[in-house]
């Protein structure tokens, strides 16, 4: 839910709210308004960064509670918690300088949605030092993307219906979006297959 209230507060999620900001920045027109925007996207990706921190942290307590029926909070590694957050850095520094607002939502959809989510969702688990084999989380984490994937864009559509904000001007945007999530997790994939840290029994 964190992760879909972050969506809310950045207009980058929505297509006429990117087009209008590129718009400004590219023509330059409205220099004040373009730095304003600007900074509304810089402030948006922090709270993303640091809600997929808090999602890291969430997601290993909750597996070690449903397998192991406890949890240990020493399981967070520090080294988890770089890998988050200079990922995070670099995906949403390369959206941000993408001109084109389409391209730059499928981009952040398939890397930071998909992939980064994945990686996120694989470290916990790993972390977290469940008794699982490689095929197991590699399916679970593609469940639990797939279902915040799914789950975000049914919470964009709810809010498009009941307030101002647009999330998607169609159908065919909601579709893009999810096929994006599904190659982030392709990608993400063939990173846990090629990681030798977990044992595939």
Not at 8 to 30: H, K, M, P, Q, Y
Not at 62 to 84: D, E, R, V, Y
Not at 147 to 163: A, C, D, K, P, S
């Amino acid at each position: 839910m964190l992760l879909f209230l972050c969506y809310i507060l950045s207009i980058a999620r929505s297509s006429n709210g990117r087009t209008a900001a590129f718009e400004a920045v590219n023509v330059g027109s409205i220099p004040a308004l373009a730095a304003s925007l600007s900074l509304v996207y810089m402030i948006s990706y922090i709270i993303f960064i640091v809600a997929y921190i808090i999602l890291y942290v969430m997601l290993n307590y909750a597996f070690q509670f449903i397998f192991k029926g406890k949890i240990n909070k020493k399981t967070l590694k520090k080294k988890s918690f770089l890998i988050i957050l200079f990922s995070g850095i670099f995906i949403f520094s390369i959206v941000f300088f993408i001109k084109d607002p389409e391209f730059a939502n499928r981009v952040q959809h398939a890397i930071a949605g998909g992939f980064l989510t994945m990686l996120i969702s694989y470290l916990s688990f790993k972390d977290s030092e469940v008794k699982l084999n490689k095929l197991q989380i590699l399916i679970l984490t593609a469940l639990i993307v797939t279902f915040l994937g799914v789950l975000n864009e049914i919470f964009e559509f709810f809010v498009q219906m009941n307030t101002s904000l647009v999330f998607a001007l169609s159908v065919n945007d909601t579709w893009l979006d999810l096929t994006a999530n599904s190659f982030g997790i392709i990608l993400g994939s063939v990173f846990i297959l090629f990681d030798k840290n977990i044992k595939n029994k």
